[in-house]
């Protein structure tokens, strides 16, 4: 099914030039996806999208910003907090299950995704119980959800560890125009988020906008879709085919979590120290402990620059293995 697909899309790549992360990411992401969908899915999604008569979120790539917008829609959102990354212990090879401070846990994006493909299939039509609202999960929600949940997947620090929550406990210096307290992501809603100096942020956020800045972008919400088609235009036919791939194998959300897991461990991401398998908070700990001082990390003002092509990458791999997906479920 996702061979088909792929075939498909190269029947449009001929026929049209193609011209994780914080809002600007995942709006790339999403938007990368749906430049790689068929006609007829393309159709589909629009229609998924437009049912609730949201028209801030009827664009896909507005929409895969959704599931962050917490000041408006915050009582689903919350309800599906813990969905947005993976934690794993520190001497973890490859990814396969959920965990928390305490062990192992049945919730974590390895389950939260399939759960939103489901809901697309029509198979997992749930209500999410009694809250507020009373407020159904249909497909507008899942398709939001498994947009922006392809995105985190990719981004290296939401498959991390529990005890310095994901690079969030991890303060840093030395970036310049992005760690300071006044540094502000405007989301596609208009609403402003306020970035805290961590090294979490610097992956979400950070190096994105030095990206689209780096190609003449800039990181105003007007100029996504413009960077989204730039990173486009970048992809090979070869490395679709071998991103989307990925798809085939079975349990393949844990595949592309241990891919994301190894870039975090990086020497270079300076997340953690790599010693005798274990990926150790610091030299002197192997965990933060509750309570303990965190270590502040100084980077030197080039780790953008550093990084960014492992993001871009990201961003591509994740617009592209979305589409590929959509294809096949929605096809």
């Not at 790539?61 to 689903?76: E, K, V």
């Not at 009694?130 to 981004?155: M, N, S, V």
């Not at 970048?234 to 190894?262: D, F, K, M, N």
Request: proline share 4%; charged share 25%; net charge negative.
């Amino acid at each position: 099914m996702i061979r088909a697909a792929l075939a498909a899309i190269g029947l449009l790549l001929v026929a049209s030039p193609a011209l994780g992360f914080g809002a600007a990411g995942h709006h790339a992401v999403c938007d990368i996806a749906y430049r790689d969908l068929t006609p007829e899915v393309r159709v589909r999604v629009d229609e998924i999208l437009q049912a609730e008569g949201d028209d801030r979120f009827f664009s896909f790539g507005a929409a895969c910003g959704w599931p962050d917008s917490h000041n408006i829609f915050g009582p689903i959102i919350r309800m599906y907090a813990r969905d947005h990354y993976i934690n794993v212990p520190r001497d973890a090879g490859e990814v396969s299950k959920c965990f928390d401070r305490d062990g192992e846990t049945d919730r974590c994006l390895l389950t939260a995704i399939p759960k939103m493909i489901r809901v697309l299939q029509g198979r997992d039509l749930e209500r999410l119980g009694q809250r507020e609202a009373g407020y159904p999960l249909g497909k507008t929600e899942a398709l939001r959800f498994l947009g922006h949940w392809l995105g985190d997947i990719h981004q290296p620090l939401h498959v991390s560890y529990a005890d310095d929550r994901g690079g969030n406990s991890v303060p840093v210096f030395g970036v310049e125009g992005c760690s300071g307290p006044d540094k502000r992501d405007v989301d596609q809603d208009g609403d402003t988020h306020e970035q805290v100096s961590n090294l979490h942020s610097i992956w979400d956020v950070c190096i994105v906008h030095a990206s689209m800045a780096e190609r003449g972008f800039g990181s105003g919400t007007g100029k996504r879709s413009a960077y989204a088609a730039d990173l486009h235009a970048e992809i090979s036919w070869t490395q679709r085919t071998l991103w989307a791939g990925v798809l085939e194998r079975a349990g393949w959300p844990a595949a592309i979590a241990t891919e994301s897991h190894a870039l975090a461990q990086d020497a270079l991401v300076q997340y953690c120290i790599v010693a005798n398998r274990t990926c150790r908070y610091s030299s002197d700990a192997v965990a933060l402990l509750p309570g303990a001082t965190p270590r502040i990390l100084q980077l030197s003002e080039t780790y953008e620059d550093l990084h960014r092509a492992t993001v871009e990458a990201q961003l591509k791999k994740a617009g592209v293995r979305l589409g590929a997906l959509l294809n096949d479920i929605l096809g």
